[in-house]
Structures are given as C-alpha cells and as structure tokens.
C-alpha cells in the first residue's frame, strides 16, 4: 500500500473519466461535417465564448446564438441541440467502479469538472450520476473552472475533508498537477484497468479478484 491514512473522499472529474467529453473539438467537428458548417469559423466563434459558457453566465441558446445561429441555418436549434446531448456517453466499467467503492467504504463522491450549465444537467439525469455523486463542483454552478485553483479550494471546503484523505481521479495532466500542488493526491485517468491498480495503492479495492489482477 502506498500509505496508511484513510481515504474518505473522492474527487472526479466527469469527461474522460465517467463519460466522454460532452462537446470537445471531435464533436464539434462531426457537428460541423452533419450540419455543413464552417469549422473554422465554428472553431474560432466556439474559443470565445466557451469559457463563458462552462462557468454558466452564457445559456445554452446564448452560446448557439453567437456560435452557429448568427445566420440562418436549414436544421432547428433543437435539432443541433439533440446532436449535442448525444455525444455524451457512458464509461460503464468506471461508473460501476466508483459505485461500488462508495457501497464498500462509504466514500464521499465530489465532482470537480468544466462543464456547461445544459449539458452538466443533460449527463447528470441521463446517467444517473446524481445517484452516487454527494455534490457536484461543476464550473456552471460555481462560476470557477480549471485550471483556477479556487475551484480545488471550493470543492475542499464543501468535502469539509483534510486534503490527505482525498484522492482526485482526472484525465487531464495539468489539473493533476494543480490538485497536487494543492496536496490532494491525484490519479491521472488513462483507462480503467491502471486507474484501479492506482486505487489499490492507496487502499480502495473491491474484491479479492481485482486486488490480483490490478497488482
């Protein structure tokens, strides 16, 4: 084991981990392909409104307004809307994973994650999330985002959890960096497999038969 203290907490991110990307460059691309866009236009139009729109002070209709709607279009906004809500998609392996280790040792789930008002709302019913998530430190709901750290900070304080019995489990390098620098001790997520080898070091196992195969 890595160390003796107790975990208690969880903190994870929502795309890369437990689901896809909900709207990253991949989607926009095939969006702009579907519905005949400019890409680059889209792209660049997307760059400066995108941030606004995560940290909840665009809505969703604001964002389409300034980013594919400034012009008429032959498809509906509830049309491009359902292509949107569709990218997202399940890691069932990862979601059954933090499930399980919240049953087993009463862990406290904390979301962390960029996401914008619509789209966070959109993943949490679909995929059930609400189930196992104890608070959700979306960027929408607290106007912060990563890689501020006042966003770690915030979610620190609503844990009401001492940064050593946290580990954070994300996908992307920088913000591990970040919640390290914080002393919150970190897992960089690239598959299922490596992430539950690393949850095994610190103490989180579910059964005999993955403690083996994750050694």
Not at 88 to 114: C, D, F, H, T, W
Not at 138 to 145: P, Q
Not at 146 to 174: C, G, H, S, V, W
Request: charged share 25%.
């Amino acid at each position: 084991m890595r160390r003796s203290t107790e975990i208690t907490t969880l903190f994870l991110d929502i795309g890369g981990v437990l689901l896809t990307n909900g709207w990253d460059h991949y989607a926009r691309q095939q969006a702009a392909t579907n519905f005949k866009l400019d890409l680059t236009e889209m792209e660049s139009r997307h760059r400066l409104n995108f941030a606004t729109f995560e940290e909840g002070k665009l809505t969703l209709e604001e964002y389409l307004n300034r980013t594919v709607f400034y012009d008429e279009r032959t498809f509906t906004r509830d049309q491009f809307k359902e292509f949107m809500f569709t990218q997202s998609q399940p890691y069932p392996e990862m979601i059954a994973l933090i499930r399980k280790l919240k049953a087993k040792y009463g862990l406290k789930i904390v979301v962390v994650s960029n996401e914008a008002r619509e789209l966070n709302s959109h993943r949490i019913q679909m995929f059930r999330l609400h189930e196992f998530v104890d608070c959700f430190i979306s960027s929408c709901f607290v106007h912060l985002r990563k890689p501020d750290m006042d966003i770690f900070r915030l979610a620190i304080d609503i844990a009401q959890t001492p940064t050593e019995q946290i580990i954070y489990i994300e996908n992307t390098q920088m913000f591990v960096q970040i919640a390290q620098a914080l002393n919150i001790q970190s897992i960089l997520h690239t598959d299922y497999k490596s992430t539950c080898a690393q949850l095994f070091s610190f103490g989180l196992q579910l059964d005999e038969n993955v403690s083996h195969e994750t050694r």
